[in-house]
C-alpha cells in the first residue's frame, strides 16, 4: 500500500493546539486514528465541527493488546469530503471512566453516547439526554455487557424492581393533548420499534423514537470469533443489508490485515452491492406506494424484486445474497453465463422500473399524498448528518463510493442524485435516479469484469491491529471498526449502520404531517431496526 | 306464503352473498394488478377460520366490547334485511324506510365506536374519532342524496321510491344524475374503501374502521368482518334500488324471481368492476381531505335537489 497518511486533521488539531499521535496498529493510512488527551476531547469535535467534517460514530473499546491494560478508550470518527475520514481516541481514567460529551456539537452523537454509557458504564459529563438507551427497564443498573467481568453466554436475570420504571419519554401536561404508543408489536409483520406519539386532533406536535427491542448482543458476540465467522455474523446484522453490512466488515479485516483483494472480486462486490441497493429500492418504492393504498406499484415492484432474488439464488447461491462475501475475496464467481444473464436482467428491470415510475408519475392520487410530506430541510440534514438516499434527498450528499473511493468505484461513473426539497417524493425520486444510476454501473462493471483470482489468501492480522472501513451500503454509509486480539480472534468490534443517525431525520420529518401520515414518511426513511440494535 | 319465503330467501341471500361480494372484488382487484388472487371464497374461509378461533379478551373490556359485534351484526343484517333485491313488494316493505335505514346503520356504528373506545387502546379512540367526524359529514349527505329521489315519489319508503321510478316513463333527469354521483361517494366512505379509508391496511394509525376493530378476536372479529361485507352489499343493493331499479320482480313467482336475481347478479358485478378498477387506479385520499370529499359529495346532492326544483318539478 502506498496510500500517503492523512495529516490533514492533525495539522489542523495542531494548529489549535491540540496534540495528537498516530497510532501504528492503525489501518489503513488514509483513515488515520489519532490519539489525543481526555482534556480535548470535546475542543476536538468542536474543531472538527468547525471544519464542516461530517460525525460519523462515536464508541468505546477496552484496552487492546498494545494498550494500557486497565484502561477504556473512546473513541470518535469524522468525515470530510476532501479529507477523508479520521479516527480519534482518547484513554478514560481507570477507576472512574468519564468524558465530556460531545453532542453539543454532534448532535446524532447523543443516542451513541448513551449507548456507551449502557454497555460501558462510562458516563458522559454534560449530557441532555442521559436515559439509557439500549438497555431497556429490565436490565440489571449495573448490567455493562461489553465489560470483560460481564458473562454473555449466561442469561440474564431481569431486575424485578426496575422492570416497574417506566421509560421517561417526553411528555406534555397539556389536556388537549394525547399521547399515542404505537408498538413494539404491530398491526403487520414489521420490525418492532415504539414510537410515542404527542397529538394534538389529528396533528403531530412530537414523536419520540424507542429502540432497542431487537437488540441481539452482535457487539459482544463479536468478540473472540474468528474473522471468517465475524464476516457471517456480520452479513446478519440488517436482512436487507446483507452485502452492505459484511463489506464494510471484510474491509475493515483486509485493511486490518493488509490483505489486498484482487480486481475481479471488487467489481464482484461492487455488483453484489449494487444489485443489494436496487433490489431494495425496487421493495421500498412499492412499499411506499402501498402505504397510501396504492397497491399496482406495490404487486410490479415485488414481481420484479422477486425476479432479481431468483437470479440472486441461481448465481450467487442466496436470495438475498447472504454470505457472499469471504475475506480476502468473494464466496461465487462470476461465469460468461452467469454475466450475460445478469447484464441482461438488470437492463430489463432498469427498463421496467422507467416504465413503473412513469406510472406512479402520471397518477394524480399518489402523488398528492408524496408531495410535501415528511420534510426535512437541508440545514437539519447536515446537523444531523443524514446519510444515504435520506441525506440526499435533502442535499446532504455524503456517499462513500466518492469521499473513500474505495474499488470498484474509483473506476466507474457515479451519477449522484441531488435533491433538495427533502419530502418523501424527492426520496422516491432519488430512489428511482439511484436505480438507473446502480444499473448502469452494473453494466459497466459486468461488461469489463477483469479476469483473475477472486479470493486472495487470508492471513490474520497480529493481535492489536485494529482496521477501519467505511462502505455506502443502500442504506447510506456503514463504517465499521476492528480490533484483532491474540489468535486472529477478534477483539472488538464496532459498526454503525446509517439508520443509527437516519432514525433522528424520521423523528424531525414526521412533525410537519399528521398522524395518519406518518406510516408513509416512515417508509421513505425505512431505517433498519436491526442495524440500530446490534 | 310465497311472499314470505322470498323475503327470507332475499334477506339470507343478503347476508351469504356479502362475504363472495368481497372476495370477488379482491379478486377482480387481483387480476388488474396481475396477480392470481386467493379467490372468491377466501373471505368466507377467513370468516369459517375465525369462528373457530377462540376469543381472546382484553381483562379491562366491559360487556360493550362484547355485546358491540352482535348489536352491529344485527343491525346491519335488519338493515340490509328491508332493502328489496329481488322482489319489490314484501311483507316487510312497510318498514322498508330509507330513514330507518339510516338509523339502523347508525345505531351499528354507534356501538362498534364505544367498542372501539371501550377497551381503552389508543388505536381504538383513534378510529372511533376518525368514524364519528366522517360519519356526522357523511350521513346528512347520504341523506340529502335520497330526497332527491324521494321528493319525486312523495315517499322515503323504498318500495314507493322503487315502484315510483319503475313507473314513471324514462326521462332524462339531471337531478338523478347528481343524487348518483353523490350517493357513490358516500357508500364509498360508509363502506370504508379506497380513496377513504383502506380495507386492506396493517397500519394502525392509517385505519379508521379497522382500528376499531384491532382488539377483536375469533368469533366476535368474524361477526364484525361480516357486518361490513353485508354493508358492502347492502350499499350497492340499495343504489341499485334507487338509481337502476329495472328488472327487480313485480310479484312473488318463481320465474321473475330467478330471472331478478340473475339480473341483480349481474348489476353488482358492474357495480363492483367498477370499484376494484377505481380502488386499483386510485391511491388513498389525505385523511384531512376527506371532510372536503364529503363536503363535495353533500354539494352535489344539494344542487341535485335544487335542479330538481327549478327544472323538473315545473315540467
Redesign the interface.
Same mark, same amino acid.
Given at each position: 500500500m502506498t496510500a500517503l497518511s492523512n495529516t490533514w486533521f492533525a495539522e489542523r488539531l495542531g494548529d489549535h493546539g491540540i496534540h495528537s499521535q498516530y497510532l501504528e496498529d492503525h489501518h489503513p493510512a488514509h483513515m488515520p486514528c489519532l490519539e489525543i488527551r481526555r482534556l480535548d476531547w470535546a475542543d476536538a469535535a468542536e474543531e472538527a465541527k468547525r471544519l464542516e467534517m461530517r460525525f460519523v460514530a462515536v464508541w468505546a473499546a477496552l484496552a487492546g493488546r498494545h494498550d494500557d491494560a486497565k484502561t477504556l478508550y473512546s473513541y470518535m470518527a469524522f468525515a470530510h469530503p476532501e479529507h477523508r475520514h479520521v479516527l480519534l481516541r482518547t484513554p478514560l481514567q481507570e477507576d472512574n471512566p468519564e468524558v465530556l460529551t460531545i453532542s453539543e456539537h454532534y448532535i446524532a452523537a447523543y443516542r451513541m453516547e448513551r449507548h456507551m454509557q449502557d454497555m460501558f458504564g462510562i458516563s458522559i459529563k454534560d449530557m441532555p439526554d442521559t436515559r439509557p438507551w439500549i438497555k431497556h427497564e429490565h436490565w440489571k443498573a449495573d448490567a455493562h455487557p461489553l465489560l470483560d467481568d460481564f458473562d454473555g453466554h449466561s442469561p440474564m436475570q431481569p431486575d424485578a424492581g426496575r422492570a416497574q420504571v417506566d421509560y421517561d419519554y417526553v411528555s406534555c401536561e397539556s389536556e388537549s393533548v394525547? #399521547?399515542?404508543?404505537?408498538g413494539p408489536v404491530?398491526?403487520?409483520?414489521i420490525e418492532p420499534g415504539h414510537f410515542r406519539f404527542l397529538a394534538v386532533g #389529528?396533528k403531530i406536535l412530537n414523536m419520540e423514537e424507542r429502540l432497542g427491542y431487537v437488540h441481539k448482543g452482535i457487539e459482544k458476540s463479536m468478540q473472540g470469533r474468528t474473522a471468517s465467522d465475524g464476516l457471517m455474523l456480520a452479513g446478519h446484522i440488517s436482512g436487507d443489508t446483507s452485502v452492505g453490512h459484511s463489506w464494510a466488515f471484510a474491509q475493515a479485516c483486509e485493511y486490518a490485515a493488509d490483505v489486498m483483494t484482487s480486481k475481479r472480486c471488487d467489481y464482484i462486490r461492487g455488483i453484489l452491492c449494487e444489485r443489494e441497493r436496487i433490489a431494495n429500492h425496487i421493495g421500498d418504492i412499492g412499499a411506499i406506494?402501498n402505504?397510501?393504498?396504492?397497491?399496482?406499484m406495490h404487486?410490479?415492484c415485488s414481481?420484479l424484486r422477486e425476479d432479481m432474488a431468483r437470479l440472486h439464488h441461481d448465481v450467487f447461491g442466496h436470495r438475498l445474497l447472504m454470505n457472499t462475501l469471504t475475506l480476502g475475496g468473494v464466496a461465487h464467481d462470476v461465469s460468461e453465463e452467469a454475466c450475460q444473464k445478469l447484464i441482461q436482467q438488470t437492463r430489463d428491470i432498469a427498463v421496467e422500473v422507467e416504465h413503473l415510475r412513469a406510472i406512479y408519475a402520471d397518477?394524480a392520487?399518489?402523488q398528492?399524498?408524496v408531495i410535501g410530506a415528511g420534510i426535512v430541510g437541508v440545514d437539519d440534514a447536515k446537523d444531523i448528518g443524514l446519510l444515504g438516499y435520506v441525506g440526499r434527498a435533502s442535499g446532504h450528499e455524503a456517499d462513500e463510493r466518492i469521499e473513500e473511493a474505495y474499488a470498484p468505484y474509483d473506476e466507474l461513473d457515479i451519477a449522484i442524485p441531488k435533491g433538495e426539497q427533502g419530502g418523501v417524493s424527492t426520496r422516491v425520486w432519488v430512489r428511482f435516479e439511484e436505480i438507473a444510476s446502480s444499473s448502469r454501473m452494473i453494466i459497466q462493471m459486468l461488461e469489463n469484469l477483469p479476469k483473475g483470482s477472486i479470493q486472495t489468501d487470508w492471513v490474520a492480522p497480529e493481535a492489536g491491529v485494529s482496521g477501519f472501513a467505511a462502505i455506502e451500503s443502500w442504506r447510506g454509509e456503514i463504517a465499521a471498526w476492528v480490533r484483532f486480539g491474540t489468535d486472529g480472534l477478534i477483539d472488538r468490534y464496532f459498526v454503525r449502520d446509517p439508520s443509527v443517525i437516519n432514525w433522528l431525520g424520521l423523528e424531525l420529518a414526521v412533525r410537519t404531517v *399528521?398522524? *395518519?401520515?406518518? *406510516?408513509l414518511v416512515n417508509k421513505s426513511f425505512n431505517c433498519s431496526y436491526s442495524g440500530h440494535d446490534v | 306464503m310465497s311472499s314470505i319465503f322470498f323475503q327470507l330467501l332475499q334477506a339470507v341471500l343478503m347476508v351469504m352473498f356479502a362475504p363472495l361480494v368481497l372476495g370477488f372484488v379482491s379478486t377482480v382487484?387481483a387480476r388488474?394488478?396481475?396477480?392470481r388472487g386467493a379467490g372468491i371464497m377466501q373471505p368466507w374461509r377467513d370468516i369459517q377460520k375465525l369462528f373457530n378461533k377462540e376469543v381472546v379478551l382484553a381483562d379491562h373490556a366491559s360487556w360493550i366490547f362484547r355485546f358491540a359485534p352482535y348489536v352491529v351484526f344485527t343491525a346491519t343484517v335488519m338493515a340490509a334485511s328491508v332493502v328489496p333485491s329481488l322482489l319489490l313488494d314484501t311483507p316487510l316493505s312497510l318498514t322498508a324506510d330509507v330513514i330507518a335505514l339510516v338509523a339502523l346503520l347508525a345505531l351499528g356504528r354507534f356501538f362498534l365506536s364505544l367498542a372501539g373506545m371501550d377497551i381503552g387502546t @389508543?388505536?381504538g379512540g383513534?378510529g372511533a374519532s376518525r368514524e364519528m367526524t366522517f360519519s356526522a359529514l357523511a350521513e346528512p349527505a347520504m341523506l340529502m342524496s335520497i330526497f332527491v329521489l324521494a321528493i319525486g315519489a312523495h315517499s322515503t319508503n323504498l318500495t314507493t321510491m322503487i315502484a315510483h321510478t319503475l313507473h314513471t316513463p324514462l326521462l332524462i333527469q339531471p337531478s338523478i344524475a347528481f343524487a348518483l354521483v353523490a350517493m357513490l361517494m358516500i357508500a364509498i366512505v360508509e363502506t370504508g374503501r379506497?380513496?377513504i379509508d383502506?380495507p386492506?391496511?396493517?397500519?394502525?394509525?392509517?385505519?379508521i374502521h379497522?382500528a376499531m376493530l384491532?382488539e377483536y378476536s375469533g368469533r366476535h372479529l368474524a361477526l364484525m368482518e361480516w357486518a361490513s361485507a353485508v354493508k358492502l352489499l347492502l350499499f350497492a343493493t340499495l343504489i341499485i334500488d334507487l338509481f337502476f331499479p329495472w328488472g327487480i320482480s313485480g310479484d312473488a313467482s318463481l320465474v321473475t324471481i330467478a330471472l331478478a336475481l340473475m339480473i341483480w347478479i349481474a348489476k353488482l358485478m358492474v357495480l363492483f368492476v367498477i370499484l376494484a378498477v377505481m380502488?386499483?387506479?386510485? @391511491?388513498?385520499?389525505?385523511?384531512?381531505e376527506v371532510p372536503q370529499y364529503l363536503g363535495a359529495a353533500f354539494v352535489l346532492a344539494f344542487l341535485g335537489l335544487i335542479i330538481h326544483y327549478m327544472l323538473e318539478v315545473a315540467v
Open positions: 394525547y #399521547e399515542i404508543p404505537v404491530h398491526a403487520g409483520i #389529528e406506494c402505504d397510501a393504498a396504492f397497491a399496482f404487486v410490479q414481481r397518477t392520487s399518489i398528492q399524498r *399528521p398522524v *395518519p401520515d406518518f *406510516p | 382487484k388488474l394488478q396481475n396477480r @389508543a388505536f383513534m379506497i380513496p383502506n386492506s391496511t396493517h397500519l394502525e394509525l392509517t385505519m379497522e384491532l380502488e386499483t387506479s386510485m @391511491a388513498k385520499l389525505r385523511m384531512f
